[in-house]
């Protein structure tokens, strides 16, 4: 073949050919843009799992603290029961003792009331007479101190029961707010 003959060949093949080409890029692009668009899905569902899996861990870590919570308030209110078992037991001892006070107030009465029968009538049981004031004297020490008991007693009965009602306070505002946690993360979880 002639040389010209080659070049016009090339020409016309050249011609013939140069929509195909034309296709082919725009098909190599188009393909180019998928191949960017499956990657960039690819990334999104992998980056999705990843949150779904955040999310079913800040789940399990909430269940599981929520759950630590309701055994600490199921705790806190046997401790509340067993305090108010504690309490009407005090209260029973502190009426045991108020009536024990009043008989030794009234034991107090009757033995100045023998003291005086005595002073008239015996003037000469002077040892007699000291026993038994100083047996006043011990029982006016012990009405003190069982007093001065019940008064600490109570004072510590208030200050636990105080106690026992602000942390009860803190773990019912905590149980609030784990429960709001718990349902903006289900709000959040896809369906």
Do not use: C, W
């Not at 010209?4 to 098909?27: N, T």
């Not at 046997?78 to 504690?86: F, I, N, Y």
């Not at 009043?102 to 002077?126: N, R, V, W």
């Amino acid at each position: 073949m002639s040389q010209e003959l080659k070049e016009l060949l090339r020409s016309v093949l050249q011609e013939e050919l140069k929509p195909v080409h034309d296709r082919l890029e725009r098909l190599e692009g188009t393909v180019g843009h998928i191949r960017q668009d499956v990657s960039q899905l690819q990334q999104d569902v992998s980056q999705l799992q990843k949150d779904v899996t955040h999310l079913q861990q800040g789940q399990q870590t909430l269940e599981t603290t929520v759950s630590q919570i309701q055994k600490d308030v199921a705790q806190l209110q046997e401790g509340q029961k067993a305090l108010q078992r504690e309490i009407v037991q005090l209260q029973e001892g502190q009426r045991t003792l108020e009536t024990t006070v009043s008989q030794i107030q009234k034991d107090i009465t009757h033995l100045q009331q023998g003291q005086q029968t005595l002073e008239h009538e015996m003037a000469g049981m002077k040892q007699m007479q000291e026993r038994i004031l100083e047996e006043l004297r011990i029982s006016k020490h012990n009405q003190a101190l069982i007093l001065n008991d019940v008064t600490s007693i109570r004072k510590s009965v208030d200050v636990t029961v105080s106690y026992l009602q602000r942390r009860s306070d803190v773990m019912f505002d905590k149980l609030i707010d784990h429960e709001k946690e718990i349902l903006n993360l289900k709000s959040k979880m896809p369906n």
